[in-house]
């Protein structure tokens, strides 16, 4: 069964030079699929891709890297035509809900002279 590798992409980068990339890496146009927040071109974009094994993943995500993917995740058993931009935003949202982000350094402040067995008058 194929899967699907999805990656968020920063405003600064180019999703035509993406669809090049992909076209590029052997992906057709109906392996993809690029969801544009605006047509202003200045916004962060979705991109799916269909993969069917660790090659295909392999391209997919250097492809994804090349052009500055800020994350890109992976969902197994799911076909293309299954997929729309509310889907897609919708099972990124719940991943990044469950992943553990690293907490803030914590110090703990221990004294030198605190409370101990002994009893002075």
Same mark, same amino acid.
């Not at 057709?28 to 069917?52: E, P």
């Given at each position: 069964?194929?899967?699907?590798?999805?990656?968020?992409?920063?405003?600064?980068?180019?999703?035509?030079?993406?669809?090049?990339?992909?076209?590029?890496?052997?992906?057709?146009?109906?392996?993809?699929?690029?969801?544009?927040?605006?047509?202003?071109?200045?916004?962060?974009?979705?991109?799916?891709?269909?993969?069917?094994?660790?090659?295909?993943?392999?391209?997919?995500?250097?492809?994804?890297?090349?052009?500055?993917?800020?994350?890109? !995740?992976?969902?197994?058993?799911?076909?293309?035509?299954?997929?729309? !931009?509310?889907?897609?935003?919708? !099972?990124?949202?719940?991943?990044?809900?469950?992943?553990?982000?690293?907490?803030?350094?914590?110090?703990?402040?221990?004294?030198?002279?605190?409370?101990?067995?002994?009893?002075?008058?």
């Amino acid at each position: 069964m194929s899967h699907i590798l999805a990656g968020v992409f920063g405003h600064h980068s180019d999703y035509k030079k993406l669809e090049s990339d992909l076209e590029n890496s052997g992906f057709g146009t109906s392996d993809y699929i690029v969801y544009l927040n605006d047509g202003s071109g200045n916004s962060q974009y979705l991109a799916s891709v269909t993969v069917n094994d660790l090659n295909q993943i392999d391209l997919a995500r250097t492809a994804f890297v090349q052009n500055a993917a800020l994350k890109s !995740y992976l969902f197994e058993n799911m076909k293309i035509n299954e997929t729309n !931009y509310d889907t897609i935003k919708r !099972y990124i949202d719940a991943r990044n809900r469950a992943e553990i982000h690293s907490s803030p350094e914590i110090k703990i402040k221990t004294s030198s002279d605190g409370m101990n067995s002994e009893v002075k008058f």
